[in-house]
């Protein structure tokens, strides 16, 4: 089964075009390496979304995920950081980096003599 994996970092106060390359990109490193992907951008789908009602829509969106990737930016971000707090009190998998995630998340692959 895949394991959705939240995506966690600043939002607010950054430019649009910005904000959205940052989170599409690693969105899609996840999902090629076959995790679900949950981009608190798509979560909220409107940019003009007050911060109380989006950060709503991303809690409950966190809550259903296995892990959540925590961005290089998230400690710049209020909510960011509220989602630390929760993921740490959900005792959430918690990475700061695809490879970290990747590393400790990857299946054991083990061969033997007759494999190789």
Known sequence: M????????????????????KFYDV??????LDYIA?????????WKTEWKP???KCINALMECDAVLFLPDWKKSQGAKLEMHIAEAMQLNIYHSIEELYQIDKPLIITTQADA
Do not use: F, R
């Not at 895949?2 to 390359?21: F, P």
């Not at 951008?41 to 409107?46: H, S």
């Open 38 to 46: 949950v981009n608190p951008l798509e979560v909220v789908n409107d």
């Open 2 to 21: 895949k394991k959705k994996v939240y995506i966690a970092g600043k939002v607010t106060g950054e430019s649009y075009l910005k904000c959205i390359a």
């Open 54 to 56: 989006a950060m709503k």
């Open 27 to 32: 969105q899609q490193e996840l999902q090629e």
